[in-house]
């Protein structure tokens, strides 16, 4: 099993241009989630799929969208990125909604 | 607002000696995880603590749950270079939603 896996691991952007992260997991889990690590800040959730077919904010929502496509997928993207949203991006997944399990994160730099 | 409030932010010591890491909140928490987090990589579950007053222990560290579930250590016997890493608390209130530490940054030299 690959537990969480994301693409892309690194990414640089140039301020307003879009992209997308994709998020799969393997582990059959029902939740998922976005975070974002930035020093000092610990993690804080953008967005989460508590099922498939459901998505809700978290704490900073602004700036992103995501889309569950199906229970294995959660995508998260960046409409007109800005340097604010340079940062590690963490996807995770859960069976109980509590412990989860991260990918190995995707790290973004917005010039 | 940071509700979970990690202590210290960065602990630097010699292989061999104790420490202990605190993770203190106003709040109660239904559950509280630890995680470690290695350089270029995400967080890994270590432990989940439930019911006030518990005491897990893993090898050499003992994870135990405030009475009043508002707090939470981590105490690490022996520490050992593998210990190396970022060790975060996270405090569940509901169900889907986790309040994360910003962290304690562990170095153990050799």
Redesign the interface.
């Known amino acids: 099993n690959a537990g969480?896996t994301q693409t892309p691991k690194f990414q640089v952007l140039k301020t307003g241009q879009s992209m997308t992260l994709q998020c799969a997991q393997d582990m059959n889990h029902n939740?998922m989630y976005w975070y974002r690590q930035d020093p000092?800040?610990?993690?804080?959730?953008i967005y989460?799929s508590?099922s498939e077919g459901t998505t809700?904010k978290?704490e900073v929502p602004n700036g992103y969208n995501v889309s569950r496509l199906n229970k294995r997928e959660f995508s998260l993207r960046l409409e007109s990125a800005a340097p604010s949203q340079t940062s590690v991006y963490?996807c995770?997944s859960?069976w109980t909604?509590?412990?989860?399990?991260?990918?190995?994160?995707t790290r973004l730099t917005v010039t | 607002t940071?509700l979970l409030e990690q202590s210290p932010?960065f602990l630097s010591i010699q292989e061999g000696e104790n420490l202990t890491v605190y993770c203190n909140s106003s709040s109660v928490f239904s559950?509280l995880?630890w995680y470690r987090q290695e350089p270029?990589?995400?967080?890994?579950?270590l432990v989940?603590v439930v019911t006030g007053g518990e005491v897990k222990k893993l090898k050499r560290l003992t994870f135990q749950f405030g009475d009043a579930r508002k707090d939470s250590s981590l105490h690490i016997t022996a520490a050992q270079p593998g210990d190396t890493g970022l060790y975060?608390c996270?405090g569940?209130r509901s169900?889907?939603?986790?309040i994360?530490?910003?962290?304690t940054k562990l170095i153990i030299k050799p």
Do not use: H, K
């Open positions: 969480v939740s000092g800040m610990g993690l804080r959730l989460y508590a809700d978290g963490f995770a859960s909604g509590v412990e989860q399990y991260f990918g190995p994160g | 940071q932010q559950s995880q270029g990589e995400g967080p890994v579950l989940t975060l996270a569940a169900n889907y939603q986790l994360w530490g910003a962290g």
